[in-house]
């Protein structure tokens, strides 16, 4: 949805504006070119425009382009999202360069792009990629991008994403998103993939998705505010999507009556920590909102609910107890 | 400003699908940004966007819609966050005396992110040839060979570049 053009300039005009700042780009006797393209604006009052507008932004690149900006303006530029464990290009004033090569900068032989972005324990991250789409990676993730002219495969190796596409900006280049057990493919939409031990979990917010299984090579699709999983043996069930699915992207886990021991899983995807409780406790209910980044919070909160001990011990061991 | 009636009535417009959707819209841009100001800025940045399209588009009334637009302006903020954190990256990795001033930071970064707007509508392959020989300076024959394209390939994608960045046409 880009805003009109106030004047809109003949497509005509506008390429022969184009052409002259090539030529000019490449002239030899710049005040020839120059001359000559003063002619060409004299034409009429929309040449003249075409030229300004063209000027224009080649002075934004010049000015980006000045000696002192320059290797800023080439790393900031370079790359549409941030990565990651990316060093920085540190040529400016002549000190020691470490390479780095920026995201979707061809490299010397091929066209195909292969990064891989993850997020460490606990750490959630966002990402708009080169063609607009979003990318929301929750905790211990690991995705590997492989791109073509016409097709972007986000590769799933572990964790949780959440995907927004917005189709009608790049419509010739396709997207799908692949797992081990299975491939989605999104048409405009909002989606959440969830890579567990021995199942994915699909989660449709808005839009549409196909999801295939990788070796029934049975597919199914999904409507909005639907969910579904599908095991590494094929088995599929489909249910109402769950909101709370999406509340990690703002820190926060959200549970009904779940399980004490499920809640533990969950939550130890967001921490380096161990955390233990007694068996006879195990299937206690939580039902709450819970950041993900404070944990001794969470322990504090769910030990009083549920009237529990906990015990805290180096720092990252936790143990959950029946008050005595 | 001349206000004609109709431009009234499209106001007017504007104005209940404010009052019927600014609870879901705003706890949505909250979802989503995890930040309740940010959500109230962009939900006013939203319905400002809808007043400036009255004259010339047909605003629906429904989620789908708003979403739509409210998106495209999320788009917006995390691109511009993602180029404040790359800028923010660069500049402390710099030794201190070599640091740029507040106010150069400031007009370099606006700067960059409006070349970062139009680069952005651009097809990869056209923006990357564009970046290699305009920021990075190379030639067309060292570009054409890093990017596995000939040189009159190279010469197409920057005139359709310039197409785009300067007239907002794609060829």
Same mark, same amino acid.
């Given at each position: ?39 060409? +604006? ?25 000696? @002192? ?153 999904? @409507? ?44 130890? +995807? ?55 | ?13 504007? *104005? ?15 979802? $989503? ?15 400002? =966007? ?20 409210? =998106? ?16 923010? $990256? ?12 507040? *106010? ?16 952005? $509508? ?37 005139? $359709? ?11």
């Amino acid at each position: 949805m880009r805003s009109l053009n106030e004047s809109t300039i003949p497509i005509t005009i506008a390429e022969e504006a184009a052409d002259w700042w090539l030529e000019l780009q490449n002239s030899d006797n710049q005040s020839l070119t120059q001359q000559r393209i003063s002619s060409w +604006r004299q034409q009429s009052s929309v040449h003249d425009e075409a030229w300004q507008k063209i000027a224009a932004f080649d002075m934004m690149l010049n000015d980006i382009n000045a000696p @002192q900006r320059r290797p800023i303006s080439q790393h900031v530029l370079s790359q549409p999202s941030r990565g990651p464990r990316r060093q920085l290009l540190k040529s400016l004033f002549g000190l020691a360069v470490i390479g780095s090569t920026p995201w979707f900068i061809g490299s010397p032989v091929t066209h195909q792009q292969n990064k891989t972005i993850a997020t460490k324990v606990g750490e959630h991250r966002s990402w708009t990629l080169a063609n607009g789409v979003e990318v929301h990676l929750n905790t211990d993730t690991i995705i590997e991008i492989d791109e073509t002219n016409t097709l972007m495969t986000l590769v799933l190796k572990q964790g949780e994403v959440a995907i927004i596409t917005h189709a009608e900006q790049h419509p010739q280049q396709l997207l799908k998103v692949t797992t081990a057990i299975g491939d989605i493919t999104p048409i405009g939409t909002h989606f959440i993939v969830r890579q567990h031990p021995e199942q994915i979990q699909v989660t449709l917010l808005e839009g549409q998705v196909n999801v295939s299984d990788k070796h029934s090579l049975r597919s199914w699709t999904l @409507q909005e505010n639907q969910a579904m999983t599908l095991t590494a043996s094929g088995e599929m069930s489909m249910f109402k999507a769950n909101t709370q699915t999406l509340a990690w992207q703002t820190g926060i886990l959200i549970v009904s009556d779940m399980p004490l021991n499920s809640f533990v899983s969950e939550l130890s +995807r967001y921490h380096h920590a161990f955390i233990r409780y007694e068996p006879q406790i195990a299937n206690l209910r939580v039902s709450g909102s819970y950041p993900t980044d404070d944990l001794a919070a969470v322990m504090n909160a769910v030990s009083r609910a549920l009237n529990l001990n906990y015990t805290k011990r180096f720092g990252i061991w936790f143990h959950l107890s029946e008050k005595k | 400003m001349k206000h004609t009636s109709s431009q009234q009535h499209a106001s007017k417009q504007i *104005e209940m699908l404010y009052i019927h959707n600014q609870q879901w819209l705003r706890s949505w841009l909250y979802k $989503q940004l995890g930040c309740n100001h940010l959500a109230a800025d962009l939900l006013h940045d939203t319905f400002e =966007r809808l007043l400036k399209r009255v004259k010339n588009d047909v605003i629906e009334d429904s989620d789908a819609y708003l979403k739509t637009v409210a =998106r495209h302006l999320l788009t917006d903020h995390w691109r511009k966050k993602n180029i404040e954190t790359a800028y923010q $990256q660069c500049v402390s990795e710099l030794e201190p005396d070599l640091a740029p001033s507040a *106010e150069e930071q400031v007009e370099h970064l606006e700067l960059l992110i409006q070349v970062d707007n139009r680069l952005r $509508q651009l097809k990869t392959d056209v923006r990357q040839t564009f970046i290699a020989v305009q920021l990075e300076g190379l030639n067309y024959a060292d570009t054409a060979n890093r990017l596995a394209i000939s040189i009159s390939t190279v010469k197409r994608h920057l005139k $359709q570049a310039m197409l785009s960045c300067c007239f907002n046409l794609s060829v």
